[in-house]
């Protein structure tokens, strides 16, 4: 079976292709990913309009390079992935057409995924994948949390983010450092040169007793010692880079391990953009190792959003049958989609 996937649910356009074949892993064939970085730096942030009418330009060229890679055509595909939600409603809208749009006219079903689902099982893509039951810890844009997940669809939320993520953690931090859009990957290139010992940033919630994240009060700590540094900061912006980084990591570090014993669990799994970040794999793999625990990572290159997480991920749920794809084509989004309203739905085959 093949499955495309098209994921558009903020500023990356991505498609991908994946092969199944029975019950055994899904395969990637090919992706392609389109980001909207360079577009959206003059403004600092993203803009959704202007996010959404990229898309629209994106999608077609990449669905087009992506099938030309695996050397199949589109009367080959089985069945249309896409996005459905969270995300930029109008965002969303484009991948959502485009894929139903598709489906309707090749005759071919249809599949809306949820897309923090993607980054929780793009791990199995890597080169690496690991097996159930495992800790997952998910930080991904606005969403930090931890979960015990026990196979497809089967997952207990263990904690989450009361207020700001992790990653909107980095983003702000940086802004205020005034480093340019999107700033965690520059607050983390910067934090190389710099003390993480130089400030003393709080760890919110380290010591809570519980598995939920704050970081709020962190992005606060940050812009108060940039304002008494003054004109002083640019001398000091590596070490306060390299502070907030070790704040942000100890807390996912320590939370995770917690999780770790609070299960009795020996696999991890961390998936979403902040993954990728150097300090925080370099010492969860020191951790784990110490305490016999696998870690396991997406690769690098699909740590951000991209359609192969959603191929992916259409492609295990119509495998364990938590999921059927459907012929009807109309569809909507979900820019707020609860991950807990998917665990709640998941004894039950879902269509799109």
Same mark, same amino acid.
């Given at each position: 079976?093949?499955?495309?996937?098209?994921?558009?649910?903020?500023?990356?356009?991505?498609?991908?292709?994946?092969?199944?074949?029975?019950?055994?892993?899904?395969?990637?064939?090919?992706?392609?990913?389109?980001?909207?970085?360079?577009?959206?730096?003059?403004?600092?942030?993203?803009?959704?309009?202007?996010?959404?009418?990229?898309?629209?330009?994106?999608?077609?060229?990449?669905?087009?390079?992506?099938?030309?890679?695996?050397?199949?055509?589109?009367?080959?595909?089985?069945?249309?992935?896409?996005?459905?939600?969270?995300?930029?409603?109008?965002?969303?809208?484009?991948?959502?057409?485009?894929?139903?749009?598709?489906?309707?006219?090749?005759?071919?079903?249809?599949?809306?995924?949820?897309?923090?689902?993607?980054?929780?099982?793009?791990?199995?893509?890597?080169?690496?994948?690991?097996?159930?039951?495992?800790? !997952?810890? &998910?930080?991904?844009? #606005?969403?930090?949390? +931890?979960?015990?997940?026990? $196979? /497809? *669809?089967?997952?207990?939320? %263990?904690?989450?983010?009361?207020?700001?993520?992790?990653?909107?953690?980095?983003?702000?931090?940086?802004?205020?450092?005034?480093?340019?859009?999107?700033?965690?990957?520059?607050?983390?290139?910067?934090?190389?040169?710099?003390?993480?010992?130089?400030?003393?940033?709080?760890?919110?919630?380290?010591?809570?007793?519980?598995?939920?994240?704050?970081?709020?009060?962190?992005?606060?700590?940050?812009?108060?010692?940039?304002?008494?540094?003054?004109?002083?900061?640019?001398?000091?912006?590596?070490?306060?880079?390299?502070?907030?980084?070790?704040?942000?990591?100890?807390?996912?570090?320590?939370?995770?391990? !917690?999780? &770790?014993?609070?299960? #009795?669990?020996?696999? +991890?799994?961390?998936?979403? $953009? /902040? *993954?990728?970040?150097?300090? %925080?794999?370099?010492?969860?793999?020191?951790?784990?190792?110490?305490?016999?625990?696998?870690?396991?990572?997406?690769?690098?290159?699909?740590?951000?959003?991209?359609?192969?997480?959603?191929?992916?991920?259409?492609?295990?749920?119509?495998?364990?049958?938590?999921?059927?794809?459907?012929?009807?084509?109309?569809?909507?989004?979900?820019?707020?989609?609860?991950?807990?309203?998917?665990?709640?739905?998941?004894?039950?085959?879902?269509?799109?």
């Amino acid at each position: 079976m093949l499955l495309l996937g098209i994921e558009s649910s903020c500023d990356e356009t991505g498609v991908a292709l994946v092969e199944t074949h029975g019950s055994a892993l899904p395969q990637l064939r090919s992706h392609a990913l389109h980001s909207q970085i360079a577009m959206h730096q003059a403004y600092g942030g993203v803009v959704p309009e202007l996010a959404s009418r990229d898309h629209i330009r994106r999608v077609l060229p990449l669905t087009e390079a992506v099938m030309a890679e695996a050397g199949r055509s589109l009367a080959e595909i089985d069945v249309v992935a896409y996005t459905r939600g969270p995300g930029l409603a109008g965002a969303l809208l484009v991948g959502a057409g485009v894929a139903c749009a598709l489906g309707a006219a090749l005759g071919k079903p249809v599949l809306g995924v949820h897309h923090l689902e993607g980054h929780l099982l793009s791990p199995f893509l890597s080169a690496d994948p690991p097996e159930f039951p495992f800790v !997952a810890l &998910l930080v991904s844009g #606005g969403h930090t949390q +931890l979960m015990r997940v026990d $196979g /497809v *669809g089967r997952y207990e939320l %263990l904690g989450e983010t009361i207020d700001d993520a992790a990653g909107e953690a980095f983003d702000k931090s940086a802004k205020l450092m005034g480093l340019p859009y999107p700033g965690g990957p520059w607050l983390a290139k910067l934090a190389e040169a710099g003390n993480p010992a130089a400030f003393k940033l709080p760890r919110p919630l380290l010591h809570s007793g519980d598995l939920d994240f704050s970081f709020a009060g962190l992005k606060t700590a940050v812009l108060t010692q940039a304002k008494k540094l003054g004109a002083e900061l640019e001398a000091n912006k590596a070490d306060l880079a390299a502070s907030t980084q070790a704040a942000i990591v100890e807390v996912l570090l320590k939370k995770s391990l !917690a999780a &770790l014993g609070q299960t #009795g669990l020996k696999r +991890l799994v961390v998936a979403g $953009g /902040v *993954g990728a970040n150097r300090s %925080l794999r370099e010492q969860l793999n020191a951790a784990c190792a110490k305490r016999g625990v696998r870690v396991h990572y997406p690769e690098l290159h699909l740590c951000t959003d991209n359609g192969a997480m959603i191929a992916m991920a259409a492609a295990m749920r119509l495998q364990s049958g938590l999921a059927e794809a459907s012929e009807r084509y109309a569809f909507d989004v979900k820019p707020r989609w609860p991950m807990a309203s998917l665990m709640a739905s998941s004894a039950a085959p879902v269509a799109a």
